[in-house]
């Protein structure tokens, strides 16, 4: 296979539209993320912004529209994307009885490699500490300590990452996805806080929300005040 140029690395969405329990979350959702891009998703609290990520990383398959990476459809795309994805979800994926160390070696880094990436997210003297006994904020930082390893995958998707960190935690992460960006690679991603990014895009959710059906005040239906 000719390994593709990361100019080539495109996510691209096209008339998605989510449903859940009989509810449209959005729909004629239209996005491209390209090489060297970062996308805001935004929205309110139970918009749709973690299943947009999770319909795009293939954890969710129920949606309709078009879905493509690198050109092909899903779900036929999923394994290449897959190769070339990092993910940080909501609940960061920590393993709280493994270290620091164990969680970053379980993700295939190497000793050194992985110091230098828990040193980058302050957590030096922490990393043979169970990830059970650290703070909330701490565990997010082993998560993000994957963003900092050298084979770090070209495209990023991250729910929430800024969410428990401290102020030198959220501008120490900034500098990490500006560099990313720099060297070509791609984030979209979902927060409440407001991101220091040059260049940054955004897609608000509330756009492509659908009119809800508001219930029927009928006879003989209870509606609460
Ligand atoms: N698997 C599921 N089954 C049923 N309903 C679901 C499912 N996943 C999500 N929902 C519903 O879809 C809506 C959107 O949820 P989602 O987690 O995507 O919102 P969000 O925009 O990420 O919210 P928040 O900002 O609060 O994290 C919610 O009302 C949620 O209950």
């Given amino acids: 296979m000719t390994p593709k140029s990361p ?6 969405a096209r ?3 989510c449903e859940r329990e009989g509810r449209v979350l959005f729909a004629g959702l239209d996005f491209d993320l390209a090489a060297g891009q970062a996308l805001q998703v935004e929205g309110s609290n139970g918009a749709g912004k973690t299943t947009l990520l999770r319909t795009l990383i293939g954890s969710a398959g129920d949606f309709s529209g078009e879905i493509t990476w690198n050109g092909q459809n899903y779900p036929g795309a999923l394994p290449d994307l897959r190769a070339h994805l990092l993910y940080i979800g909501h609940a960061a994926g920590v393993r709280r009885g493994l270290t620091p160390l164990e ?6 880094a190497g000793r050194d490699e992985a110091m230098r990436a828990l040193e980058q997210v302050d957590l030096f003297g922490f990393e043979d500490s169970l990830c059970q006994q650290l703070s909330a904020g701490q565990n997010r930082r082993v998560a993000l300590a994957r963003l900092f390893l050298p084979a770090a995958p070209p495209l990023w998707i991250l729910d929430e990452p800024l969410a428990a960190l401290d102020v030198a935690g959220v501008s120490g992460l900034q500098g990490q996805m500006a560099c990313h ?3 070509g690679g791609s ?3 979902t927060s409440h806080q407001p991101v220091a990014l040059a260049g940054l895009d955004t897609l608000n959710l509330s756009d492509y929300a659908s009119p809800q059906v508001a219930p029927l005040a009928e006879e003989g239906v209870d509606v609460l005040a």
Avoid: D, K, P, V
Avoid at 7 to 12: G, I, Q
Avoid at 103 to 108: E, F, Q, R, V
């Fill in 103 to 108: 969680n970053l070696a379980w993700y295939g």
């Fill in 181 to 183: 960006l720099s060297r």
């Fill in 187 to 189: 984030i979209l991603f």
């Fill in 15 to 17: 008339r998605l539209c």
């Fill in 7 to 12: 100019s080539s690395n495109l996510l691209r």
